[in-house]
């Protein structure tokens, strides 16, 4: 449910109106208070009062998650002293300067400290959700909100943010060439060598290249290309399971396995269940 200091009809920054049926006293029921993102000019230093008055109602136990500018208002509440804990990467600075008693660190998606969770833009704060979610009541019903949402079903909260960084051009200088080569032989044992070696560069300057141009380093995003593969290939195909692993570069149906359930909580067969075939969510209208 969601609630309001007064009560009153909350306006967004985008012009519209949310009619809010109930005030900070609901939070004393609590298990989860998130707060969501606001615009930056109404960013302060200090909470007014009816917010100082609102959070004492949450009980101890509650868990909160901020969605961007919402991990202000946690760090105004003293909520993230010495703690770790992120924000939209445009605000870093500010933030800092406010509160630098925070440990933050603004080029992940969101950062999990036990009872309190931040995240950094609104989409990440779908990433976070979606954590919570897989957390508390498993990996096969975060996917399946997942998939309801047409949002991807997993990212890890240490993956890079976007910034305003140019993406790189195509070029025979970049990676994007081998990354295309990568894709069509995930079957392979492809290493980093393999990688430079295709892009006519050394593997220190390969790897630095493309972590770049993608965000992230090139054994990482092998990794998370074969996992979508077998995420296609388990909704799509009824292949073994060892097939598939084979297919997709991983060397047995145990390091698939591993590899899929640290990326969305379930094994190969659960997923299967899930998404393949007669597991696949019905359509709706």
Same mark, same amino acid.
């Given at each position: 449910m969601t609630c309001a200091v007064d009560e009153q009809p909350v306006r967004t920054s985008s012009d519209f109106l949310i009619t809010v049926k109930h005030g900070p006293e609901v939070l004393e029921a609590a298990d989860i208070v998130v707060l969501p993102p606001f615009a930056a000019a109404s960013l302060t230093r200090d909470l007014p009062e009816p917010v100082i008055a609102a959070l004492e109602y949450v009980r101890p136990g509650a868990r909160f998650v901020s969605i961007c500018t919402g991990a202000f208002v946690l760090a105004a509440a003293g909520l993230l002293d010495g703690r770790p804990a992120t924000t939209h990467w445009v605000l870093a600075d500010l933030f800092r300067e406010w509160f630098p008693q925070v440990r933050l660190n603004p080029g992940v998606l969101f950062v999990d400290d036990g009872d309190v969770l931040t995240s950094a833009g609104a989409a990440s704060g779908v990433d976070a959700c979606l954590h919570l979610l897989r957390k508390d009541h498993g990996g096969e019903l975060a996917n399946r909100v997942a998939r309801v949402c047409v949002v991807p079903p997993w990212r890890d909260g240490g993956?890079?943010?976007?910034?305003?960084?140019?993406?790189?051009?195509?070029?025979?200088?970049? !990676? +994007? $060439?081998?990354?295309?080569?990568? %894709?069509?032989?995930?079957?392979?044992?492809?290493? /980093? *060598?393999?990688?430079?070696?295709?892009?006519?560069?050394?593997?220190?300057?390969?790897?630095?290249?493309?972590?770049?141009?993608?965000?992230?380093?090139?054994?990482?995003?092998?990794?998370?290309?074969?996992?979508?593969?077998?995420?296609?290939?388990?909704?799509?195909?009824?292949?073994?399971?060892?097939?598939?692993?084979?297919?997709?570069?991983?060397? !047995? +149906? $145990?390091?698939?396995?591993?590899? %899929?359930?640290?990326?969305?909580?379930?094994?190969? /067969? *659960?997923?299967?269940?899930?998404?393949?075939?007669?597991?696949?969510l019905p359509v709706t209208r």
């Open positions: 993956e890079a943010q976007y910034s305003e960084l140019p993406i790189p051009p195509a070029s025979k200088t970049g !990676t +994007s $060439a081998t990354r295309q080569w990568a %894709l069509q032989n995930l079957h392979e044992p492809l290493s /980093l *060598a393999d990688l430079a070696r295709r892009a006519q560069m050394s593997a220190r300057t390969f790897a630095r290249r493309f972590h770049d141009e993608v965000g992230t380093s090139p054994g990482r995003w092998l990794i998370q290309q074969r996992v979508s593969r077998a995420c296609h290939l388990l909704e799509s195909s009824d292949l073994p399971v060892a097939d598939i692993a084979r297919q997709v570069g991983f060397a !047995t +149906s $145990a390091s698939l396995r591993k590899h %899929l359930y640290a990326a969305v909580g379930v094994t190969p /067969l *659960a997923y299967r269940r899930a998404f393949g075939g007669a597991g696949r």
